[in-house]
């Protein structure tokens, strides 16, 4: 089965998946929090357009409900682009209002010139081209725009333990650490910050890189 069709076969199931209660759901909400914060930056700056958002990797669309509730509806513009048909009927199904695109994040075209941020949460290590799609991103952001890109990193031995086992049931992976993240983001963003996800001992290492153009 293809990288397209693994994950086409999971639609239907991903909300319901346990990963969801470890992993997605308090990454989101940690995301959600950044997004936010950033919002009422821009508003001490007495900038009162919304908020342009990309969702890169945006599976079943579970971010925008999120932001939604968290933002309100009139305060943000969102774009949710994902290679997967699947995924993206069942996002369309949940949130028919919102903008949804099936791309693959190398071939991504916006029509407009630049977004406020773009979030790509655990779907950076399936890109073949992590520094391509760093750069990609990158470009897509406006100048001091924010990058929110969470993944698992390989930091010890249980966490190559756990990701090998994760990868037996999704398309190629990889896996980087923190310490590699950081050195692969520092060539398209000026600004990092880090925040670890979860601090759960059975949870590999999840981590939220804030990268800023």
């Known amino acids: 089965m293809n990288r397209q069709g693994i994950w086409d076969f999971w639609a239907k199931y991903y909300d319901r998946l346990l990963l969801q209660r470890v992993s997605l759901q308090p990454t989101r909400a940690l995301v959600c929090k950044k997004i936010l914060a950033v919002m009422k930056k821009k508003e001490t700056t007495q900038e009162t357009s919304p908020v342009e958002i990309l969702d890169m990797g945006c599976g079943t669309g579970q971010l925008y409900g999120d932001l939604v509730q968290t933002?309100?509806?009139?305060?943000?513009?969102?774009?949710?682009?994902?290679?997967?048909?699947?995924?993206?009927?069942?996002?369309?199904?949940?949130?028919?209002?919102?903008?949804?695109?099936?791309?693959?994040?190398?071939?991504?075209?916006?029509?407009?010139?630049?977004f406020d941020l773009i979030v790509c949460?655990?779907?950076f290590p399936y890109y073949p081209d992590g520094q391509g799609a760093l750069q990609k991103m990158a470009s897509m952001l406006k100048p001091g725009g924010h990058l929110l890109l969470s993944q698992a990193c390989t930091n010890n031995i249980y966490d190559a333990i756990m990701l090998k086992l994760t990868g037996l049931t999704?398309?190629?992976?990889?896996?980087?650490?923190?310490?590699?993240?950081?050195?692969?983001?520092?060539?398209p963003f000026r600004e990092l910050k880090m925040f670890r996800i979860s601090e759960k001992f059975f949870v590999p290492s999840l981590w939220l890189f804030q990268w800023v153009k």
């Open 121 to 123: 949460s655990h779907s």
């Open 71 to 114: 933002l309100g509806e009139g305060n943000f513009h969102y774009l949710g682009v994902d290679p997967s048909g699947g995924m993206l009927e069942q996002a369309v199904e949940k949130f028919p209002e919102a903008s949804f695109f099936q791309s693959d994040v190398m071939d991504v075209i916006p029509d407009q010139e630049a």
């Open 170 to 187: 999704t398309s190629t992976a990889v896996y980087r650490s923190s310490q590699q993240m950081t050195e692969l983001g520092s060539v």
